[in-house]
């Protein structure tokens, strides 16, 4: 139980492209996912938080108007990186838990190249 | 500031070994304490720790917390090669019906035949 997918596993595309990277809980519903960002030989950094149906909420210094997060249902939030330049390249992961203080369980990341 | 520190940030052992990772937090309005390993792609969940001094064990792999000092290890007994990764330490917290999940930055994991 408690599978997340995350689509796609890869992307490659041209600075200025918008993104948008699927996270879906599989076997359960969701009350809150979570959208990290992860650089090469570092650990995970919280990039934001959302509730269903609610705003999500953005850690200190990640631009909300960059990268856009909907959690339109139980099972489904997305990241979107807006007009991506090649610093935003880097491993996006979500992950999600079932309710407060449950372990969350994450999707396979998806890797985003910006040329 | 939360802050979760693990150590040591990389270890290379012999298949056989057992091997002890630290880690250490501060962190304000602490929930639990969770164990992750990171091989090529996300992580993969193995404990969720919240009270202190009761031992979880996973086949090979056990760990323990202790909440007057701040700290949990994670055990490996026996090591395969299979185990070669990525551990991250996470804590948990609470406030006001917003939770979050600070990351250390990982022990580096190397076993060698």
């Known amino acids: 139980g408690a599978v997340v997918s995350q689509h796609p596993s890869w992307v490659i595309c041209k600075s200025g492209t918008s993104v948008k990277i699927e996270c879906r809980s599989l076997d359960f519903q969701a009350t809150t996912m979570f959208w990290y960002r992860q650089f090469p030989k570092q650990s995970l950094m919280l990039m934001a938080t959302s509730n269903e149906g609610s705003k999500a909420t953005y850690e200190q210094g990640v631009e909300k108007d960059k990268f856009l997060i909907n959690h339109a249902s139980l099972t489904l939030s997305t990241l979107t990186v807006t007009s991506a330049h090649p610093e935003d390249s880097s491993f996006y992961i979500c992950?999600?838990?079932?309710?407060?203080?449950?372990?969350?369980?994450f999707g396979d990341g998806t890797r985003l190249s910006i040329l | 500031e939360d802050k979760v520190v693990q150590s040591p940030l990389s270890l290379v052992v012999h298949e056989g070994d057992t091997v002890t990772l630290n880690c250490s937090y501060e962190v304000t309005n602490f929930r639990s304490l969770l164990w992750y390993k990171q091989e090529k792609k996300a992580p993969t969940f193995l404990f969720m720790l919240t009270s202190s001094g009761i031992e979880k064990k996973s086949g090979r792999l056990s760990s323990i917390l202790d909440k007057k000092e701040l700290f949990s290890i994670l055990n490996i007994t026996a090591t395969q090669t299979g185990d070669s990764a990525i551990y991250l330490c996470?804590?948990?917290?609470?406030?006001?019906?917003?939770?979050?999940?600070?990351f250390g930055t990982g022990t580096k994991l190397q076993v060698i035949p």
């Open positions: 996470a804590v948990g917290t609470s406030s006001g019906g917003y939770q979050k999940v600070t």
């Open positions: 992950s999600a838990n079932a309710r407060t203080n449950q372990p969350q369980h």
